[in-house]
């Protein structure tokens, strides 16, 4: 009999790249069958994209009446669980990037063992919750996250295991978004209302953002701002705005640009790739000594927009003192082993079946 694994593929899609390379890595493996559930033909067929041999199989959830399917707008989680269950509860093994799945564990019948695999690398409060503590194994991807959740009761040294970030493997190429040679700034705002830079101070943000034409600008927030405010538009021919879309999930922006402005979005450590120039906004002025907030170290830091040109005339001959930093904070927030991360979580998941048995 083959071991069936089901992928749960109920969140937006910036989640998938989280778990998708380890997925097609465990249907590669002999024995060994996965399904990916989801109630969005959208999120199947970005999947589906990233398959061309049909490893995979996909299966299409209920999707909850009048609700939306695109890449960043999905059916209600709770719907889809609720409406779904006992359908989910057939496959005796659930890996998921989000917590929500957290209550099929108080689901009638329900007794599938559940993985969860943290999606992002960030230091946000947010990225540590109640329903961690709901999984049977969490894979992470440094040391840094399996510490957190240790330490605050989510997880243990011997159910939380470091796994690598396998997004990596399916990272885009460096493109050119502008038509001249200008250095490209990245602007990836966060979409949590107490620590994001835009919904508090945007327009003073765009104002100053629309006054570099030395600079070309990518403004690409997190997909989820987009659920919280208006659009963001410029007529400014240096700036490009993308409020989601493929690239703004796949790492082309990241790879992309020479440097990165934002507030407490983990893409920094996909930027963080290689060693570049940081610049992160304390508009509001937060108490900066605390945990989410540790990757301020690893750039300049700014209170007010009118510090920002000068910030950034200073970033390439400040970026030196900022290496060694940087390198030490990814290699804590993502093990980089030169096993490929998919492989890895594969290894993580079928060992723990094997031991669960």
Known sequence: MPTDIAFLAIAEAHQIYHWLPAALELARRSGVRVSVLSPSDTMLDLIGSYDPEGRLEPVRLTRPPLQPDSLFRQPSRFATLLLNHRRIARYPVIVTTEISSARLRHMPGFSSRMIHIKHGAGDREGGYKKGHA??????????????????????????????????????????????????????????????????????????ALESLTDWNVIIAPHVKLAQRVPPIVSAAPHIRVDMGSRHSIDMSYTMSADLYLGDVSSQVYEFLIAPRPCVFLNLDHHDAAGAAFSHWRLGQVIDNMDALAPALARANGLQEGFRDVQEAAMRDSIDQSPIPASQRQADIILDFLKGAA
Do not use: C
Not at 168 to 175: G, S, T, V, Y
């Open 134 to 207: 709901a999984f049977d194994l969490t894979i992470v991807g440094g040391e840094k996250d399996r510490r957190r959740l240790i330490a605050r009761g989510l997880g243990t040294q011997d159910n939380v295991r470091v796994g690598g970030y396998p997004k990596f493997e399916l990272k885009a190429n460096r493109q050119r978004f502008f038509s001249d040679d200008k250095p490209v700034l990245l602007y990836n705002p966060h979409f949590d209302a107490k620590l994001s830079s835009w919904i508090n101070h945007g327009p003073s943000v765009m104002a």
